[in-house]
């Protein structure tokens, strides 16, 4: 599994960025995918899932009502469409193929994308 993230930037508190992570590979498709951020200074923590089909999302309870997570199934792309931006979001995000929605543990990364949000 290869996963290609991008979309990060600068962005002013209260605006919105869109994340992409283009997937490919055998068995992508066998996976849920997600989304994690690592501040600095953090460890690395979850931000979403969604599996392939759609339907039955995750949010960690910091991003709800804020991010959407959303798949092109077409495309092998996953999305993460943040909005209304604090400066806590500023962080690297990674995308991943994980293991379930009940257990999204990373199985594979793809490289991380730097989204910067200032106050």
């Known amino acids: 599994v290869q996963l290609q993230a991008s979309g990060g930037g600068l962005v002013q508190a209260g605006g919105s960025l869109r994340l992409s992570c283009a997937a490919s590979?055998?068995?992508?498709?066998?996976?849920?995918m997600g989304w994690f951020r690592q501040a600095p200074g953090k460890e690395r923590e979850f931000v979403a899932a969604?599996?392939?089909?759609?339907?039955?999302?995750r949010y960690a309870d910091s991003v709800k009502g804020r991010f959407t997570i959303s798949t092109d199934n077409a495309q092998n792309t996953v999305y993460l469409q943040m909005n209304s931006l604090k400066s806590e979001d500023t962080a690297v995000y990674y995308c991943?193929?994980?293991?379930?929605?009940?257990?999204?543990?990373?199985?594979?990364w793809g490289q991380g994308t730097l989204v910067t949000v200032s106050s």
């Open positions: 590979g055998r068995t992508f498709g066998y996976y849920v």
């Open positions: 991943a193929a994980v293991r379930s929605i009940a257990q999204p543990i990373g199985r594979y």
């Open positions: 969604i599996p392939w089909s759609g339907g039955n999302t």
